[in-house]
């Protein structure tokens, strides 16, 4: 823990950050997609957290507390709609769900 | 209690029934049910006691404020007219929702839906006593909505929902020339008031005005070229059907032509009679070439309407208000017995599969009957009295063009009349539903008995006995002015048509299980089942009005939005969306991703450069 810097922890969040938007855009399964839209947002607190540690403050942290929260519901609400939706279509491929699509 | 708190109960209970219905019983149907009927048969006899305790025009009138020194007001103008209406629409409903108990019976919204019937009663009771133009249109605005809630009642059935899409939106096209209407009227007398309109509109009234307030009755009353949404409208259940046919809706139109026909010019009445008659004739032929028993009764009051329109376009305005009041009783009864028919055939509606009903349904079968030969106008049954004074009318005013179309129509009526009853009620059952068909309860015989045999047979002649006399005092000076002779020419169109509509009879009788027309000449019977005006409607629609809209859209984006106001900046990413919309958006939402990640990337490589 010693001859970590800030560096490693952007990097590895970065690493993260980049993970889930290749699962965005390559996955069509919605359920992935969300898990990954999630990840995406997982490194984004870790950047907060990162940056809170080395700069002393405890301003980042508090933030990330409010981001777990709030994500903690949106993941309840998403994994519902997403169950709604394969209740009324049998399907969860983003390639077919493209009625909104003239 | 006097007359005009007489006619605050009259008008408000309904609302407060549909109130109470919607709030308190949506999940008590059958209590909703009977709480419904109740009220409206209290309204049936409150409307009487008004009709047998008052004879003089009743006035009344609060002022709810001004505007621009306009008068707004809330009123009642009670005159003969409006006391025959009252009559026809409280007491013909009130059946109806007796039979609505019985064929709603298994229904699971029966609190929305007899919610629904409350509001229309009010709704179309709130036009028979308006005293004004504006409370007019108010109450015409809650009719459209009353029957796009009754048509929508099957509302998870596409059907059902287009259907009353169509009602409700071809209204509004009508509606939109009767609210101009309104508002050329307060700038040319500065008055909406019935009263005082009718004492400054003097001889020379602009076609315009009556044009415009035409409008609003060809929408509402079905007539050409906004007549195309009552045929869909038989989507909704079979007493809202009747309700429409009858007493109501359509009814409201021709009621309020009626009231204001001071301010109509000729040459609108004579439009209004040229078209009146012409869709007389077209629908009662349209009514040949359909199988759906509530679609062809939907085609004969076309052809009633038109021939109501006629009526006030030959200068009649009262034989128009009398056929109307005929029309409801043996139309309801119709409706009604068609719907007692549907219920006994467990839900079969085509008449090509019923058959042999008379010996399986003896009451329905003699009140349709009977309704049946009023529509026809056999001499001395209600349609005759109103139907051929209009026919004969039309030959003393010297309208041959227009006899012309009447008689066709006529002859049409007797034509699909004979077609109904042979291929409902004669020969053997032609499926397995007519053959398990049974009388229905008396909830729903009841009702058509009462107003098929006492009334679709007797309003005529027992007019004086069963339709309260001073709603007929205007009525019978026409009539008496039109003196029916043998020779008479409506009477020699009457005969002929009869025997036609006997030789339809036979007619249809030649083959089982299949239209005689349809297999004999195709072509015809295509061409009368009158599918060709929503193919043009459609084409229209989708072909010119669809394409101007998307350039005003397409202007008014691009041209004004974009270049006129915020010139090249704003002007080149309109531009741009436009490209963009067509080209990138495809529905995908990967794609979507895709250039969201993309754009993201260009502007931090900007931010970074």
Redesign the interface.
Known sequence: MENTTLSHHLVLAGILFVIG?SG??IR?NLLVVYMCLELMLTASTLALVAFSRFNNTMDGAIFVFFIITVAAAEVAVGLALIVALFRQRQTVS??K?????? | MNSVSLLHWILFLPLGAAAFSAFFLRRHGAFAAWFSTLTAFIIAGLALTILTQTSEDIKWHYELGKIGGISLGFGYLIDAHARLMLFVVSFVAAWIHLFSVGYMKDDGARGRFFAGLSIFMFSILGIVVADNLLMTFIFWELVGFSSYMLIAHYFDTDFAAEASKKAFITNRIGDLGFILGIALCLKLYGTLDFAELKLQAGSAVPIALGLLLMCGFLGKSAQFPLHVWLTDAMAGPTPVSALIHAATMVAAGVYFMARISFLLAPEVLDWMAISGAGMAALAGFCALAQTDIKKSLAYSTLAHLGIMGCAIGLGHPELAVLHMAMHAFFKATLFLGAGSVIHGCHHEQDMLKMGGLLKKMPITAATFIAATLSNCAVPFFAGWYSKDAIIEASWHGGHFIVFGFLALAAVATCLYSGRMIRLVFMGAPNSKAATHAHESPWTMTLPISVLGIVYAIGAGFAANILIPHSSLQVVEKSLNAMAFHLTSPATIVGAVALILGYLSFRFYGLFVGQDSLQKISPRTYQLLEYRWMDTLYNWYIDKVQRRFAELIVFLDLLVINGLAVRWIAGGTFAALGHVSNAIFHRGQARANAIWITLGSLLFIWFLLR
Request: overall charge negative.
């Open positions: 938007l965005v855009l069509r983003s390639e769900l493209n009625t909104l699509c003239d």
